[in-house]
């Protein structure tokens, strides 16, 4: 199994920056790819960026060039470096993990408001 613990989310003012880790433990290689999603209040939970074991990288068009997901020590902590943040940016993000054999994890999830 994995287990994902989300950190750094909080409350930042309009075109400020945060940086969301995600901790990694148990199995971690039997991870293929990882990635952040987020789910605003009343909303369908969406994919915001993922990175593949290659390190290739996928961004939803709203956080392109503004946001930026990378990894470290294989898949031991993934980061999402989210600058120029927008009010429409607030919601809760959530740690993916895709394992082989096709087991999806998921983390708590890390709350994110943008408000002035």
């Known amino acids: 199994q994995v287990q994902l613990v989300e950190s750094g989310g909080g409350l930042v003012q309009p075109g400020g920056s945060l940086r969301l880790s995600c901790a990694a433990s148990?199995?971690?290689?039997?991870?293929?790819?990882m990635g952040w999603y987020r789910q605003a209040p009343g909303k369908q939970r969406e994919l915001v960026a993922t990175i593949t074991s290659g390190g290739s990288t996928n961004y939803a068009d709203s956080v392109k060039g503004r946001f930026t997901i990378s990894r470290r020590d294989a898949w031991n902590t993934l980061y999402l470096q989210m600058n120029s943040l927008k009010p429409e940016d607030t919601a809760v993000y959530y740690c993916?993990?895709?394992?082989?054999?096709?087991?999806?994890?998921w983390g708590q999830g890390t709350q994110v408001i943008v408000s002035s």
């Open positions: 148990g199995s971690i290689f039997s991870i293929r790819h």
């Open positions: 993916n993990a895709d394992r082989f054999g096709g087991f999806s994890t």
